[in-house]
């Protein structure tokens, strides 16, 4: 599985945050299911966007790009992504990129635009589209990325390596700064352009133009998808480039697509500074992996609810004593089975929804739905040490797959928990006086309560 990583010129946002953890569960799923799974992900070290924003803070683009390669690599490990087999930065790779424009142009599918550098020749591979259902003639209109010169022989054509400008040459080889690094090849000097990495990287890491899965989230179906599909199928011959294309969601704050410019662009380190990566991990799950996430204060906080609930729940579990285990009535024994029988139609529902193209919310809620059932009866020691230690270890495996469970909470002082343990009595109990009540003798005693569709949330 290769999943396209992130261009390294700034700290990584809650929208990489959204892809990585969905295919971070993706690999981890697959491997709970057996399947051996080699995770490759690139990190573009080396684009016009780092290049300029070099240039604009006077930095080298080859140490900004690490800098910030760092930092990504950071924010991934405490958002508990854990997954990827390889990190493959794209500048470690020339040797292989060059070798793949060599091959197109000479098959005649790379041509040459001289002071400017090689091209793919769309009009040259076909099935150019056959993933975004758009044609040559629509990349004309494309905005992603494409690469312009007035000399390319189709609009679309997008550059496989990009000659240095003299300038640059010059000051790769003095003293100066380069402010566009530069690589010494067959081709001439220059540095490889965008789509021709990813497809590099994978043929020698798998060590074949074939594979079986593709990553990514939908901003990269066209241009970048389709291009690598041309530039893999047309050097190898073989369909398909890979068996299986996922794209995540795109996520965007507040109804709007992310921008620095708008002012509305949060961090991935921003975000956890108040928040738990468990948290951040559920608002992330909770939505299909292909769905879009609208990101907003509301659905942070429950999530926020949601991992603390659970964490109770993991708790109250731990402290069945076996009460239950010495044999009581009748019905209370009829009753035992019964959730032995609901913990196995609820685990059963809960993996039936992941085999379903990973469902996660469906799982969510099933899981949600053997909390709600086991709660009450694991309070009035109804559920045995036995069902207490399988629902243990089923709530284990699956954090071994989604990582929402917190290890630890901050639990609230007692008294407030009993107010608030009250009020949800009330509530469930329709009395709604009594619970508001509650909620004003909670607030001035410091603490807020959300509600949220798994529970109340409560800050200080
Ligand atoms: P970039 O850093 O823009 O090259 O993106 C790296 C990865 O993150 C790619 O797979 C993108 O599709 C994905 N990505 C970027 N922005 C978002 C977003 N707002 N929502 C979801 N995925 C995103």
Not at 125 to 148: M, N, Q
Not at 175 to 187: H, I, M, V, Y
Request: glycine share 6%; charged share 30%.
């Amino acid at each position: 599985m290769f999943v396209c990583g992130p261009t390294v010129y700034d700290y990584s946002h809650i929208g990489h945050a959204r892809t990585y953890i969905a295919f971070d569960m993706i690999a981890k799923y697959l491997r709970y299911l057996g399947y051996e799974v080699f995770y490759l992900q690139n990190i573009t070290d080396i684009d016009d966007k780092i290049i300029d924003r070099a240039k604009s803070e006077n930095k080298d683009p080859l140490g900004l790009a690490k800098e910030f390669q760092e930092k990504y690599m950071e924010d991934m490990e405490n958002l508990g992504i854990t997954s990827v087999t390889k990190y493959a930065p794209a500048t470690e790779y020339i040797k292989q990129i060059v070798d793949q424009v060599k091959r197109l142009k000479e098959k005649n599918i790379a041509y040459l635009i001289p002071d400017e550098g090689y091209y793919f020749d769309l009009k040259r591979f076909p099935d150019y589209g056959k993933l975004s259902g758009r044609t040559v003639e629509d990349a004309e209109d494309a905005v992603s990325r494409i690469d312009e010169s007035t000399l390319k022989r189709n609009k679309g054509d997008f550059a496989l390596w990009k000659f240095s400008r003299p300038e640059d040459e010059a000051r790769s080889e003095g003293t100066a700064k380069p402010s566009e690094p530069s690589w010494q090849s067959e081709l001439g000097a220059g540095r490889p352009g965008w789509h021709i990495e990813d497809t590099a990287i994978t043929e020698k890491e798998f060590d074949s133009p074939q594979y079986e899965i593709h990553g990514g989230s939908r901003d990269l179906i066209f241009p970048h998808h389709e291009a690598e599909i041309a530039q893999m199928e047309s050097l190898s011959g073989k369909k398909p480039f890979v068996k299986l294309w996922m794209h995540t969601g795109f996520l965007t704050l507040n109804g709007q697509k992310m921008s620095k410019s708008l002012g509305n662009f949060i961090t991935i380190r921003d975000l956890l500074k108040d928040q738990s990566p468990e948290a951040v991990r559920f608002m992330v799950l909770s939505t299909h992996y292909r769905s879009p996430i609208d990101f907003n204060d509301n659905l942070m906080n429950q999530a926020e609810a949601a991992v603390m609930r659970l964490r109770e729940f993991v708790l109250n579990l731990e402290k069945a004593d076996g009460k239950a285990d010495l044999p009581t009535s009748q019905a209370d024994e009829e009753k035992k089975s019964d959730y032995t029988n609901f913990f196995e139609t609820h685990r059963k529902s809960i993996f039936e929804a992941l085999d379903d193209d990973f469902n996660a919310p469906i799982a969510i809620a099933e899981l949600f739905n053997l909390i709600r059932e086991f709660n009450a009866p694991l309070h009035s020691g109804l559920i045995s040490k036995t069902v207490a230690n399988q629902v243990l270890d089923l709530l284990k495996e699956i954090n071994g797959i989604f990582g929402f469970i917190p290890e630890k909470s901050i639990p609230l002082p007692d008294e407030i928990q009993n107010l608030v343990d009250l009020r949800e009595t009330a509530r469930n109990e329709k009395k709604f006086a009594e619970a508001d009540e509650l909620r004003k003798q909670i607030l001035t005693k410091g603490y807020k309560i959300d509600d949220t569709p798994y529970g109340p949330l409560v800050r200080k």
